[in-house]
């Protein structure tokens, strides 16, 4: 089978090499699966790149994100069978409840093995059905930055109708966020440096696009548009945070999930505790927590948007593409 590897030395899209690996044989409790495709996150940008990412083994197969079918299982395995589509979990460790130090190192493309390959065997209680809905394509869309959304939207932020919900950006978490606001009925504000895509994200149901490079103060502005915001899918980092604060609502809910702007906060955490705002850290979510959004995603219709696609033969592409920042929703990579 290809497989695309990190090399010995990493630190930029120049250490991913494709090679050609024997065909996986899934042992005991596991599965075999033929991944159909891929989806990049900018996780995944900063593994390759060393962005506050240690070196990972040589050898190590990357991305978190894959779609397929069973081709084979292992002993004991009732779970999947051959012909069944699949998405991954992201941590195939993690099935249910809290995220407990136990799960590091299950953490697909980075603590072991990733999606990045033609056939990979994984751990048969991990993997989730692909509704009839979704093409290969648009499950592999799911796993980190659909869940991610939706754990801090959802489990996290408690979302109901009528709630405001301020999203940092175009990417793919961010999009989902809109998207998943929209389908339950919660008002959507979105920022970008790019007003091109603002439209876009007007088109998609945004009720305000602000530019955040000609409002630097964007915080206030959404605060006087809105009243505040109820919920925040914070992706910006330390950079973002401080304004982030300024637009919350009072008892506002912020999920931590990124670092576009760099890490090390810097802000006042009296900040936080004059609106009685929740801050919490969102780390992606459970396979339990993936089970019930997709069932909710093939209920309403909901589709991911992919804003290109790359054949595995031109993976470095698709990185080089995600780090150029011009894309808007998610980048993947197909197998066939």
Known sequence: ?????????????????MVERPDPVPAAGEALVRIRASALNYRDHMILN???SAPKPEHRIPLSDGAGEVVAVGPGVDRVKPGDRVMMSFFTGWLDGPLQPAHFGTDLGG??????????????????????????EEAACLPCAGLTAWVSLVEFGQMKAGDT???????????????????????????????????????????????????????ITVAALTGGADLIIETGGAAALAQSIEAAAFHARIALIGMLGGVGIENDPLALTWKNVHLKGVLVGSRRSLEEMTKAIGRNGLKPVIDRSFPLAEAPAAYRHLASGAHFGKVVITHD
């Open 50 to 52: 060393l962005i506050d």
């Open 111 to 136: 603590g072991c093995d990733g999606t990045l390959a033609e056939l990979a065997a994984f751990p048969a209680s991990s993997l989730v059905a692909i509704p009839d809905s979704l093409s290969d």
């Open 1 to 17: 089978m290809r497989a695309w590897e990190l090399g010995d030395q990493q630190g930029s899209v120049d250490s991913l090499r």
């Open 165 to 219: 919900v301020l999203l940092l950006g175009t990417g793919g978490v961010s999009i989902f966020g809109l998207q998943l606001a929209r389908m339950m009925g919660a008002d959507a504000v979105i920022t970008s440096s790019s007003d091109d895509k603002l439209g876009r994200a007007t088109a998609l149901g945004a009720t305000h696009g602000i530019n955040y490079r000609d409002d630097p103060s964007w915080g």
